[in-house]
Nanobody, 124 residues
Framework: QVQLVESGGGLVQAGGSLRLSCAAS????????MAWFRQAPGKEREFVAA????????YYADFVKGRFTISRDNAKNTVYLQMNSLNSEDTAVYYC?????????????????WGQGTQVTVSS
């Protein structure tokens, strides 16, 4: 089992920045792929970014390329999502997810463990 706890969400003005954190505990020694998804009101949950735990491969959704950066600190079992140049369309609940595989998946069905989510609200 893996437990994921997100933090760092909040209210920010358009153009501002936030850094989300996801602390993992439990089966972390098995080096999971970690990802961020988001879900806006009335919309489906969508992939944002992912990172492999051991070789630092990353993958981003097109709409965040150049603005968001995913990273991880293995010593702290924590994954981060640095979000810059935020706009109102980034308003959503952001979820951390984990899967025990060698490759990154962009479909939420590919992930077995989820955090409770953290709200990000961007005011215009």
């Amino acid at each position: 089992q893996v437990q994921l706890v997100e933090s760092g969400g909040g209210l920010v003005q358009a153009g501002g920045s936030l850094r989300l954190s996801c602390a993992a505990s439990g089966r972390t020694f098995s080096s999971p792929v970690m990802a961020w998804f988001r879900q806006a009101p009335g919309k489906e949950r969508e992939f944002v970014a992912a990172i492999t735990w051991s070789d630092i491969n990353t993958y981003y959704a097109d709409f965040v390329k150049g603005r968001f950066t995913i990273s991880r600190d293995n010593a702290k079992n924590t994954v981060y999502l640095q979000m810059n140049s935020l706009n109102s369309e980034d308003t959503a609940v952001y979820y951390c997810a984990a899967r025990f595989a060698l490759t990154i998946a962009t479909n939420q069905r590919g992930y077995d463990y989820w955090g409770q989510g953290t709200q990000v609200t961007v005011s215009s």
